[in-house]
């Protein structure tokens, strides 16, 4: 059983820095994604960005392009989000997820951490 626990969510002014990481367990393979997803209340989750966990490939929403970085460390098995230049619009529930290819669909990912919360204050 694939299980992801997310970490490194809080308060944090506009302009300022966070790193979100989500540690994996139970995976026996490399082919697949981890991807970062977020929910505000009242609407639907909304991609992020993603990787691929043997290439490091990343793929981002355009809202968050050259302020998001994610990275991963395959010996700790663990993903990471830097987000820098936070704006409030950023504020939501940042989930990360995995799945067997690269998507920005949140159906294309198979589980789901429990999400960590993020407010951008302005």
């Known amino acids: 059983q694939v299980r992801l626990v997310e970490s490194g969510g809080g308060l944090v002014q506009t302009g300022g820095s966070l790193r979100l990481s989500c540690a994996q367990s139970?995976?026996?393979?490399?082919?697949?994604?981890m991807a970062w997803f977020r929910q505000t209340p009242g609407k639907e989750r909304a991609f992020v960005a993603t990787?691929?966990?043997?290439?490091?490939?990343?793929f981002y929403a355009d809202s968050v392009k050259g302020r998001f970085t994610m990275s991963r460390d395959v010996a700790k098995n663990t993903g990471y989000l830097q987000m820098d230049s936070l704006k409030p619009d950023d504020t939501a529930i940042y989930y990360c997820?995995?799945?067997?290819?690269?998507?920005?669909?949140?159906?294309?990912?198979?589980?789901w951490g429990q999400g960590t919360q993020v407010t951008v204050s302005s």
């Open positions: 997820a995995t799945g067997i290819a690269l998507g920005t669909l949140d159906r294309e990912y198979d589980y």
């Open positions: 139970g995976r026996r393979f490399t082919g697949y994604a």
């Open positions: 990787i691929s966990w043997s290439t490091g490939r990343t």
